[in-house]
């Protein structure tokens, strides 16, 4: 997927698990989701200081956000302290970081 690549600052669940055999419909498949982007946001922050699955929305009615296991992994890997940073300012910043990292000219 080239969804960075391309400029593109989100993408949601539904291509990313189509594009690796996976099912949103089926709960196992959205938990082995979920554990993929949480390894590969460790890697990508410990390898480049960014958090990639920043870019990788749930979609809902209303306004889309990040999923809640997205905010647990941030916090379990203590990279936002929710008490001095606002969700949307760490959202910002780390699409920012990812887009300069990860996106070609």
């Known amino acids: 997927m080239d969804t960075t690549a391309k ?16 099912v949103t419909t089926t ?3 959205r938990t082995r989701i979920g554990a993929m982007l949480d390894k590969i946001s460790k890697d ?4 480049n ?8 929305y749930r979609k809902t009615a209303g306004k889309t956000r990040l999923g809640p296991g997205f905010w647990g992994m941030v916090e379990a890997k203590d990279l936002s302290d929710p008490e001095t940073q ?3 300012d760490f959202v910002r910043n780390h699409t920012e970081l990812v887009m300069k ?3 070609t000219s």
């Open 7 to 22: 400029g593109d600052t989100r993408t949601f669940y539904k291509p990313i698990m189509d594009w690796i055999g996976l």
């Open 27 to 29: 709960p196992a498949h």
């Open 44 to 47: 990508s922050h410990d390898e």
């Open 49 to 56: 200081g960014v958090v990639l699955s920043v870019l990788v």
């Open 86 to 88: 606002h969700k949307d």
């Open 101 to 103: 990292k990860y996106a």
